[in-house]
């Protein structure tokens, strides 16, 4: 998995042109919002340890945001 930026700014971890596909394990997201071109996921708890699952789009405030097509592996710890 490809992150051209990733920034770590008190409880939440700023997501810049994430390239690839989010495989994933118990992952929970308390809240998650688009701000220019950063996806930024606040409060992610748990291990994100991908196993295969298809993430085309994701759905944020009744729109779709840039989540399409993404691979790769992506390891967080909270």
């Not at 051209?4 to 409880?11: H, V």
């Not at 996921?41 to 945001?65: A, D, E, W």
């Amino acid at each position: 998995m490809h992150i051209s930026s990733l920034r770590i700014l008190g409880n939440y971890t700023m997501f810049s042109q994430i390239k690839g596909n989010v495989n994933c394990s118990p992952m929970h997201i308390s809240s998650l919002r688009i701000l220019g071109n950063y996806t930024m996921f606040s409060q992610i708890k748990g291990n994100v340890n991908c196993s295969p699952m298809h993430i085309s789009s994701l759905r944020i405030l009744g729109n779709y945001t840039m989540f399409s097509q993404i691979k790769g592996n992506m390891m967080y710890s909270a």
